[in-house]
């Protein structure tokens, strides 16, 4: 059993503070994502559990030990960082069984364990090659059997995949979920990525300039987004974000429009809409001065503007639409279960 709890975690370099009390708990054999914008501090955090960074104030508790003041390798814990950070003069085999060797294991168990964890990974066939023989997906794998040989309570996961082209990403996101559970290894795993975030994570902590700004499911933060800038952030496309004030059953916006609404706000408030929850309609409240078109196969995305603004919307249609089909202006009705409300000066949902 594995357990991750944070309490109260600060980070401060001279009198600027990074990360801002940070408190959260990871279950045994869950696989909890941080994402965020890049300098968010989520690198810093995943640092400090690994012991690579000093904390400033509060506690890192493995299990139930408080790790606080130990080095990294009394932490028990594996790291899979960006650039693979492989020697590149040993061997596939030589490169997992290193931390092994250092630990003074024996060689028939040190062999045993590198064997099994290269058959894992499907290396099996490249233990005596040096890395710059091998692809970049495959220079990944090795970096990830280094650290499962070594039998460790938690792993954790640096940016491991942004230096992979689209395609290979989305195959070995797969791998390491899957990998993941059958292990039942506990991680944390840092990325700005929000797809990847979704598809990967049991839940997701979402950090916002070194505050948290929600921790749950991805379905949580995709249906219930707790702050405007969740809602903005966790999306592709991006939710639209539109300005108004709330009263009487109805959000009327910045250029007059009205658009019915369950809220029961009486202040500023920004209306957020997810594309693929506007809806196409002659009658529609929402107008559209229609721009550009893209054409993905299974959905059509249509950006342009409020009508009579320079204010951004983009609404997802399904199936294939061409700019010709699409028109040079549109209405969209907004059901009112879709909306998502915001207080304007606070960003908190309403």
């Not at 000093?54 to 960006?82: C, H, K, Y």
């Amino acid at each position: 059993m594995s357990t991750v709890t944070l309490s109260d975690v600060r980070k401060t370099y001279g009198k600027t503070e990074i990360i801002h009390g940070v408190d959260f708990d990871i279950n045994d054999q869950e696989f909890v994502v941080i994402v965020g914008p890049s300098g968010c501090g989520k690198s810093t955090l995943l640092r400090m559990i690994a012991g690579l960074e000093t904390i400033s104030a509060g506690t890192i508790q493995i299990d139930d030990r408080i790790v606080n003041d130990l080095e990294p390798m009394e932490r028990n814990i594996a790291m899979v960082f960006q650039n693979y950070a492989l020697y590149p003069h040993m061997s596939v085999y030589d490169n997992m069984a290193y931390s092994l060797k250092i630990a003074k294991l024996d060689k028939s168990e040190i062999r045993e364990r590198v064997e099994r964890t290269a058959a894992l990974l499907q290396l099996s066939d490249y233990l005596q090659r040096k890395p710059r023989e091998l692809s970049g997906g495959q220079r990944q794998r090795v970096a990830m059997g280094r650290a499962i040989v070594r039998k460790p309570d938690v792993f954790l996961f640096d940016e491991p995949l942004s230096n992979l082209d689209a395609k290979l990403r989305v195959q070995m996101r797969l791998e390491i979920r899957k990998l993941q559970r059958d292990l039942r290894v506990t991680s944390v795993y840092v990325t700005h990525d929000q797809v990847e975030a979704m598809t990967l994570g049991d839940r997701l902590m979402v950090l916002n300039d070194g505050y948290v700004e929600q921790f749950g499911t991805p379905i949580e933060l995709y249906e219930k987004p707790a702050t405007r800038f969740v809602a903005d952030f966790i999306g592709s496309p991006s939710m639209n974000i539109l300005r108004g004030t709330a009263d009487s059953g109805a959000i009327t916006l910045e250029t007059g429009v009205r658009i019915p609404s369950d809220t029961q706000a009486t202040n500023e408030v920004d209306m957020g809409i997810r594309p693929e929850h506007l809806v196409l309609s002659d009658s529609g409240c929402l107008g559209m001065e229609t721009g550009m078109v893209e054409q993905l196969g299974s959905n059509t995305l249509v950006h342009g503007f409020l009508t009579g603004t320079r204010i951004p919307l983009v609404a997802s249609l399904p199936g294939v639409h061409s700019e010709r089909s699409i028109g040079l202006a549109l209405n969209f009705d907004v059901p009112p279960h879709a909306q998502h409300v915001f207080d304007s000066k606070t960003g908190k949902r309403l």
